[in-house]
């Protein structure tokens, strides 16, 4: 047995020496290309194995190579990657130079910077430079199609209307449901992007999953969109000057009405509601105003940007300033804007200090829309008739034979405006610690300042004058401002060891605090010339213009102490660990606090060596998966939780009257989300595409629990019920060809999200509010309603189905059934660019599918009940007489609309932008003297929408088009781009 164990032994040493002989010690120095400097923590990594190890502090190395050991790879952040032979030597230098492209990859998430390869979350990134040109005043509806899992609905096109934005589905019912909007580390508010230039962004990243989202805890429920601003390089200083002007019209419109003829004949055969008289009729029928031309015009877009940047090692700095000019469609509404930005960065030994600050004033004019009001402008466009026109022979404005107001003279004569003034930044300190490499602290504090000053001008003369001011008049003006601050502080610690880990942790304190307050006022009695102030009457009791004022103001808070873990192994596999803990005011006063986390994994397939043979194919592969917990304390009301009482007089007497139960449990509302998913690229790195699939739940969701009715309070809003969004992503990016002439790239973007609500109030199975429900096991804001069978033949009655689905004429909500939902379910977006010798044209088409819309609009011009005013071409078609097949029931039918006639698919398809431009070639611009870079361009925005849809735009944020559509602009604009 000992001879046998000795045999063993010799053996094994016998094997170890022919191992280690077989091995090869390779040893060099990496260093920087631009500088000689040696290049700390670069990888190296025999190719096809395991083995590897990483450069010291002054950039050298040693590795142990196998005997089947043939390249070395070098790879380091922000660097190109490099693959050398490993030859007879024993010593192995390289240069390394920087990577445009990879620095182009690295993705900023707000508190840290990753590259794509270490990124473990789901985190899309849209480049500035892709939608910087684009003449929209509210940067976020260029958002649309770009991402996925990122759904942009513009709802209006008023200049400088916010979009609504949704990430990955609804979370919540009664909550908010926008994505936190982060600024250079400042959260902004979507409703004062109209103050803010796009064209100063860098990029902006949409972060989607826990693992991104949980480092924001309770503020990251929703998503969250990280704006960078632009940084200046050091070198020379570049000024650049962009100059864009346009024309906008509107959209065509599918809702088809009656003109004169039609109309008239329609009024005769329903008895002649007006009595017109043969003369009458004679003169009427000279007259077919078509309401679009009167109510709609060209609008015009005009804007300016000067930008300056540049510096030394040492500082660099960004300048800009801008004007944006857009005039809609609509008279009487515009926005014009005015923004200046200071970026400055500087080092000074182990500190270094930051800037960022961008300040903006804009006026804004609008007119009301999404309503059915008789005095909104935007509704006589469907509802005043055609014989009858906005002015008289006299150049008077016309009072409508129906009685309705001139919705011209309510457009021209009543104004509305708002100014606003905002401003916007940060300051950074940090602090390199000598004593311990790899050791940092960095302090960041930042406002977000915004005040609205609004004035409403109601004139005495229109229909809104003499209806809610009894023919006074009134001119109203109001105040507020809303500033909110961050306060972020951290230590952060990074080191590489062992030659094949990397590891940091980062600790972190954060204070966000926001007051808002606001005044108004409201006079009567105008008089004279004046539309401001000086025409007020003075109120007093005798002659009843006394003002009306009012006034009120919020304030909360949030404390954070949150962690952030890295963790590295051998280059290829990576581990992020988030854990936050957040305390939020709005909530009692023992729950306020909530814990959220994450975990997140990703692996480099492509590094491993059963992938040899196939990096020809798939160049690089990664797998990551995660899971974690993020918090929604983004109620509408900051005092949702706290006992409430308001003033109430009794009798005579003043005193105070509760207004709102307490409810100390009230508490987040807690989304916790699975994502997994693989990026891969191929042809050489040319086409490069992501899969992800997601399962978020949201518990604890915020809903009205019915209270007893001896209480007197109907409902508390309080933590029950349980909402899933789960779906698939996919992107596609990169170049069909790609040659040094011409390039062909192109990109699609997929979304598919399921929502369904898995549990509500009280075991409740279902909620029903007006025409939506949401029902356990489908999903939110499903639409329900009778649906419609037509028209019965034999009398002309409209027929139903019950929810049997048999056939009747008597119509009975209690046959209403889910029709479909007008959450989107499928969404997204293509496009691509041809580029050859400095003339590019590109294109992009987002698209929606799936959602149903009910159209309230509709229903208003098919209502045979309102004859006084024109209606839908469709009323034509109405039954007439037995055996006529029809959808239109006999006039004196009794009218339903909440039903499936007026419910419409939401499906469009919509060329967002095209665009051409032209570089001149160097050669020429340098000769023109001191210019470093000259573009011209032309494009165009929502030129065309292909949809099945009845009315202006399909793009209705809750799914309902009440009425007073303003339609998205339809913008052409030519440009130019001189760089200094």
Request: net charge negative; aromatic share 12%.
């Amino acid at each position: 047995m000992r001879k046998i164990l000795l045999l063993s032994f010799a053996l094994v040493l016998i094997l170890m020496q022919q191992v280690y002989a077989q091995n090869k010690a390779v040893s060099g120095k990496v260093t920087d290309q631009s500088t000689g400097q040696g290049l700390p923590g670069v990888s190296v990594v025999v190719k096809g194995t395991s083995v590897g190890t990483a450069t010291s502090a002054d950039g050298t190395y040693t590795i142990s190579v196998p005997a089947e050991g043939r390249t070395l790879v070098f790879r380091f952040i922000g660097y190109k990657t490099i693959e050398q032979a490993i030859g007879s030597s024993a010593s192995m230098n390289v240069t390394m130079g920087i990577d445009q492209q990879q620095l182009s990859e690295v993705v900023v998430t707000g508190y840290t910077t990753q590259t794509q390869r270490e990124v473990v979350g789901s985190i899309s990134t849209v480049k500035a430079d892709e939608i910087k040109q684009t003449p929209i005043a509210s940067f976020d509806q260029a958002l649309q199609g770009r991402a996925p899992g990122i759904l942009v609905q513009a709802n209006s096109g008023q200049p400088g209307a916010a979009a609504n934005i949704v990430i990955r589905g609804k979370g919540s019912i009664m909550g908010n449901n926008s994505p936190l909007y982060i600024m250079d580390g400042v959260e902004i508010s979507a409703a004062d992007f109209a103050t803010i230039n796009p064209a100063d962004f860098e990029s902006m990243t949409v972060l989607k999953d826990a693992s991104a989202t949980s480092i924001y805890g309770s503020r990251g429920a929703n998503g969250v969109v990280v704006i960078t601003t632009r940084k200046g390089l050091a070198g020379k200083t570049r000024i650049n000057y962009d100059v864009q002007y346009g024309f906008s019209n509107a959209p065509e419109n599918k809702l088809e009405l009656m003109n004169t003829e039609q109309k008239l004949q329609y009024e005769l055969q329903r008895g002649n509601p007006y009595d017109w008289t043969d003369e009458d009729l004679a003169r009427l029928r000279k007259v077919d105003t078509n309401w679009e031309d009167v109510f709609f015009e060209t609008g015009t877009t005009k804007n300016h940007t000067l930008s300056a940047s540049g510096g030394s090692e040492k500082t660099t700095y960004y300048l800009s300033g801008s004007m944006f000019d857009q005039t809609g469609t609509v008279p009487n509404t515009g926005l014009e804007r005015y923004t200046g930005r200071a970026n400055v960065e500087s080092n000074a030994g182990n500190f270094n200090f930051g800037l960022n600050s961008t300040f903006g004033y804009s006026e804004f004019t609008n007119t009301s829309e999404a309503n059915s009001g008789i005095a909104a402008p935007l509704n006589a466009i469907r509802w005043t008739n055609p014989y009858e026109t906005p002015y008289d022979e006299a150049g008077n404005y016309t009072q409508m034979a129906s009685g309705q107001p001139n919705a011209l003279q309510e457009l021209l004569e009543n104004k509305n405006l708002r100014q606003q003034l905002k401003g916007v930044g940060n300051i950074y300190v940090g602090y390199e610690a000598p004593f311990l490499k790899g050791l940092s602290f960095r302090t960041t504090w930042g406002g977000d300042f915004t005040s609205n000053e609004t004035s409403v001008y109601v004139s005495p003369d229109t229909y809104s004058g003499q209806f809610s001011t009894g023919g006074s008049g009134s001119y109203g003006r109001g105040y507020n401002r809303a500033f909110r601050y961050t306060g972020t502080t951290s230590a952060s610690y990074s080191t590489a060891f062992g030659g094949e880990h990397t590891l940091s942790v980062a600790l972190y304190n954060e204070i966000v605090n926001r007051k808002y307050s606001g005044l108004s006022f409201t006079g009567y009695g105008l008089g004279g010339a004046f539309q401001n102030e000086a025409g007020i009457t003075p109120g007093n009791a005798t002659n009843g213009y006394i003002p009306a004022v009012g006034g009120g103001g919020t304030e909360n808070a949030l404390l954070s102490y949150f962690t952030n873990i890295n963790y590295g192994f051998r280059d290829r596999y990576y581990l992020t660990i988030g854990a936050r803990r957040d305390g939020s005011s709005r909530f009692g006063a023992d729950r306020r606090f909530a814990n959220f986390g994450s975990v997140g994994l990703s692996w480099i397939v492509s590094d491993e060596p059963f992938m040899e043979g196939l990096t020809d194919v798939f160049n690089d592969v990664k797998f990551k998966v995660s899971y974690g917990s993020a918090g929604n304390q983004a109620l509408e009301d900051d005092f949702a939780s706290r006992e409430l009482f308001g003033r109430s007089v009794y009798n005579g007497v003043s005193g105070l009257a509760q207004r709102q139960l307490a409810n100390p449990l009230l508490q987040w509302e807690r989304k916790t989300t699975f994502n997994t998913g693989v990026e891969f690229s191929t042809l050489n790195g040319r086409l490069a595409a992501t899969v992800e699939y997601y399962n978020a739940i949201t518990s604890d969701l915020f809903l009205d629990r019915q209270l007893s009715r001896t209480t007197g309070y109907p409902a508390l809003l309080s933590n029950v019920g349980k909402l899933q969004n789960r779906g698939v992503e996919l992107a596609l990016n990169g170049d069909i060809v790609a040659s040094p002439n011409f390039t062909w790239s192109a990109n699609v973007s997929l979304t598919y999200n399921k929502n369904e609500v898995k549990e509500l109030v009280g075991g409740e199975e279902e909620i029903v509010d007006g025409l939506y429900i949401n029902r356990v096991g489908e999903p939110m804001n499903s639409l329900y309603v009778v649906r419609y069978a037509g028209v019965n033949p034999q009398n002309g009655n409209p027929q139903y189905l019950t929810k049997d689905g048999e056939i009747t004429e008597t119509y009975s909500p209690n046959d209403r059934v889910i029709v479909g939902t007008v959450e989107t379910p499928f969404f997204g977006g293509f496009g691509t660019s041809l580029n050859f010798k400095g003339l590019e044209v590109s294109t992009f088409f987002s698209f929606v599918t799936g959602n149903k819309l009910f159209n309230n609009d509709r229903a208003n011009v098919e209502n045979p009940q309102y004859l006084w005013d024109n209606l839908s071409l469709a009323m034509l078609d109405e039954w007439q007489k037995e055996g006529d097949i029809t959808d239109v029931p006999r006039p004196r039918a009794p009218f339903r609309s909440g039903t499936t006639r007026f419910v419409e698919n939401g499906d469009f398809l919509r060329l967002r932008n095209i665009n051409v431009s032209y570089a001149l070639p160097q050669a020429l611009v340098n000769s023109l003297g001191g210019l470093r870079s000259v573009r011209v361009f032309a494009q165009g925005q929502n030129l065309a929408t292909w949809t099945e849809f009845q009315g202006f735009d399909p793009e209705v944020t809750d799914g309902s088009l009440v009425g007073a559509q303003y339609p998205a602009l339809r913008t052409l604009t030519f440009g130019l781009n001189v760089g200094f």
